[in-house]
């Protein structure tokens, strides 16, 4: 009888392991499988894996009363030697420290640090483990959003409704391929982004999906300051190159032509709308005496002026989808490209009907495009939070620089808090975060930071207490994602690394000295706590009339497929809203799609006024700063890792150029800075510099760069926030701005940055982001 199938989830897919469990294989059944998740078995086995708990040097030795302030020793986080410890001894620090911030500074001084892409498992789920965990405790300050998303989660509820909805309905691949004959992307569609999901990608749609609009006769127009981030057939691809930072006026121009050509879709805009007259007005100058028309939008984006006429027309003439991505909105004025791309497509007309609209976006994540139903799974409850302060996430070094700080969000003014205790886990916020630099001086202000960690990565080694964490293969769980094929029963492949524990098992442990455990674990352990969530999303489909086997046959089968058990239809994004929007209002203060929001203006944010309009940022090549900084920098996400996961792995590895991130820039802009392929370049603005390896690149515009982010942070010294600190590796966020895309969203800026290169031809100084800090023994094992 042959071995049961023993299978794994990932965010870059569904893998089998092998019978002797040394390889993963991708499932059968994904039609465009991501190679990357197989290089977890080699990462894991890293010997950069974090062994047993460890205690930086100076804050160990003020827990143990041996001398030293607070403020001395903070100093030192990142160039210190860590202490192994004992758990016991570790677990008793943690919660001395949690326990003392509570006593003196209340709750409301502990940061509950956490990103969601830790793991693909609904139990193991680093983010709702530690939220789980500090609201057992009392609660913590949190964040909103996320670095990806920050302007468009606060905008779309304004406009549409939640961002997290509107992704999940989307027009799937079927529908676009049936229907849509002109694709019109601002940014592209990455397959490289859409080989990863938030909760796993079982089932890889977009590469086909793109190859099959392609065949059915589908043309696509992108705008991009790159050629190869649309992975359609390149017969069916015009790229069209365009400043960065300038989309928003080449949609605002395709608008006015639309409506000065009497092409737009007044019925709809009546009937579906509100605030379209106020946006028409602006688009015709009544506002500021400037026309928003093709030539205005030629001067600012670098697009020729006939060939946006000629589009306005070609879009108007048939089914069309305009399609904004998420990068747009990681700049300055970030809310302003999502909405005018929903404008745009009011405009014409085709909301709601199949393959046509807007789209936010195909390309950022697998869920966009998928046929298979839409079911709630298992998931973890994280409790109550007792404390009501919060921050947009981006705006972390703000909240450690200045607290008691008042700042404007999304309408409301808040208040800084003063943070004592930063408890992380899941996530590096030295790789997602902007302005390094200015992140390690921030990070000096807390008395203590604690993080779990599977890798001595600089957020581990900026740490004072650090915690080996397990990593998915190493752990039963549950794997399920939204508009997946699968519910996975993930099996424990390979044993964790020295004295690793789960996460579970770690604020387990926190809770029972802090008095809390009935609260957190119910009295469940892990296992039990598998079974327990399993059978409460196997209970929901029953009334649904879905009927899932019960747990134990499901962990036998290993895979749950619904696909057979939940009906299935294409899926058409805003259908219902289309055919009647009384009977089927959007969440929006009128119910319908909002051009113009009376509650946006209303709360007098400059930058970010009641409709769309063209703001120009601080740092672009139209700005003075050009000058002296004359490339634009894109950050964008990397092809063979996610964020900074796996960076250390053979496939991050094989695309280095002598072990540094590639620079791709254009031969022109090379040869003026006398520049060869594979040449050790400095990419530096007033904020930082880095390091990286050139990769002469005719697909990059004149003007840009393109670094991507991940390379693990490897200044020359660490914890060291100087902007003459050279970063060795090639992290873009050392040269990237933080400042929040407006008041409205205090989303992430990163792609609003500007930067100059040279040839570096000083001695290369060697890599250390790959190697372990300084390590003392726990006394007795030597």
């Known amino acids: ?69 607070a403020g001395d020793d903070r100093e030192r986080r990142g160039s210190e030697a860590f202490v192994e410890l004992e758990w016991e001894e570790a677990l008793d620090l943690a919660a001395h420290e949690l326990q003392r911030v509570r006593k003196h500074h209340g709750n409301a001084a502990i940061f509950g640090g956490s990103y969601g892409w830790a793991s693909a498992g609904r139990f193991h789920h680093a983010q709702s483990q530690v939220h789980r965990f500090l609201n057992s405790i009392g609660g913590y300050v949190r964040h909103v959003d996320s670095y990806s998303l920050g302007a468009g989660r606060a905008l779309l509820p304004h406009l549409v409704m939640p961002m997290d909805e509107l992704m999940a309905q989307h027009h799937d691949w079927n529908v676009l391929a049936a229907h849509t004959r002109l694709f019109v992307a601002f940014g592209g569609v990455p397959a490289k982004n859409a080989q990863v999901g938030a909760s796993g990608a079982f089932e890889h749609r977009c590469r086909p999906g793109l190859a099959a609009l392609a065949a059915k006769g589908c043309r696509f127009v992108n705008f991009s300051p790159v050629a190869d981030n649309l992975d359609a057939p390149a017969e069916a691809v015009e790229w069209i190159p365009i400043r960065p930072n300038s989309d928003t006026a080449v949609m605002l121009a395709l608008a006015h032509g639309l409506i000065a050509a009497g092409r737009h879709d007044a019925a709809f805009l009546a009937s579906h709308c509100v605030g379209f007259e106020r946006w028409r007005d602006y688009l015709f100058g009544a506002d500021d005496g400037i026309v928003k028309d093709a030539d205005w939008a030629a001067d600012l984006s670098g697009v020729p002026a006939e060939r946006l006429r000629r589009l306005a027309q070609e879009m108007a003439a048939q089914r069309t989808l305009i399609n904004c991505a998420w990068a747009l909105q990681r700049a300055e004025h970030g809310e302003q490209p999502f909405w005018a791309s929903i404008a745009l497509a009011a405009v014409l007309g085709q909301i709601g009907l199949p393959g046509g609209g807007f789209a936010l976006a195909y390309g950022p994540l697998n869920l966009m495009g998928s046929p298979h139903a839409r079911v709630p799974g298992p998931t973890l409850a994280q409790g109550r939070n007792g404390v009501g302060a919060y921050i947009p996430v981006a705006r972390l070094t703000d909240m450690l620089e200045q607290p008691g700080e008042a700042f404007d969000y999304n309408g409301q003014r808040l208040v800084y808090p003063d943070i004592r205790l930063v408890y992380w886990a899941g996530g590096n916020p030295f790789h997602h975060h902007q302005d ?107 009334l649904r009339g879905s009927r899932w086997p019960d747990y134990d046959a499901f962990r036998a089968a290993g895979l749950l497929d619904l696909a057979a058990l939940e009906p299935q239809a294409p899926v058409v994004m805003l259908a219902a809203f289309r055919a009647d929007p009384a009977a089927h209002p959007l969440p929006t203060p009128s119910g319908r799609i909002e051009i113009h929001s009376a509650t946006i203006a209303g709360f007098g944010y400059a930058d970010c006024p009641g409709h769309p309009v ?37 496939a991050s590895q094989a695309r280095k150029l002598h072990g540094r991130e590639p620079a791709h820039l254009n031969p022109a802009d090379a040869a003026a800075r006398g520049i060869g392929d594979g040449d050790l370049l400095r990419i530096h603005n007033r904020r930082g510099a880095c390091l990286a390896s050139a990769r002469l690149d005719p697909a990059v515009m004149p003007g840009v760069l393109r670094l991507s982010t991940g390379a693990w942070y490897d200044p020359l010294r660490l914890g060291e926030g100087d902007a003459a600190n050279l970063e060795k590796h090639g992290n873009p966020n050392v040269l990237t701005r933080d400042i929040g895309s407006s008041r409205l969203g205090q989303g992430c800026a990163a792609h609003s940055c500007l930067v100059e290169v040279e040839r570096y031809l000083g001695e290369a100084p060697p890599l250390s982001a790959h190697t372990l800090p300084r390590l003392i023994p726990a006394a007795g094992t030597g």
Do not use: C
């Not at 740092?619 to 050009?626: F, R």
């Open 1 to 69: 009888m042959p071995a049961q199938t023993r299978y794994t989830a990932s965010h870059w897919g569904l893998y089998a392991a092998s019978a002797d469990g040394r390889t993963l294989q991708p499932h059968a059944g994904d039609p465009y499988p991501s190679l990357l998740g197989q290089d977890m078995l080699a990462a894991y086995r890293s010997p950069l894996r974090i062994q047993r708990p460890a205690a930086r040097a100076g804050w160990l030795a003020r827990m143990r009363g041996e001398g030293g302030s």
């Open 436 to 542: 390094l630099n200015r992140l390690v001086r921030a990070w000096k202000r807390p008395q203590t930071i604690i993080v779990h960690e599977q890798f001595w990565n600089a957020h581990a080694r900026m740490a004072d207490l650090v915690l080996p964490a397990t990593a998915a293969l190493e752990r039963d769980d549950i794997g399920f994602s939204t508009r997946e094929r699968h519910v996975v029963a993930m099996s424990r492949l390979a044993e964790p690394p020295g004295e690793a524990r789960d996460d579970y098992a770690i604020f387990a442990a926190l809770a029972r000295r802090l008095g809390t455990d009935a609260v957190f674990t119910e009295g469940r352990d892990a296992a039990e706590w598998l079974r327990h969530l399993y059978t409460e999303a196997a209970a929901k489909a029953e």
């Open 614 to 650: 063209w703001r120009e940022p601080r740092e672009w090549l139209g700005a003075p700063a050009a000058a002296e900084f004359p490339l634009h920098l894109i950050s964008d996400q990397p092809v063979a890792r996610l964020h900074s996961q796996l960076d250390h792995g053979p």
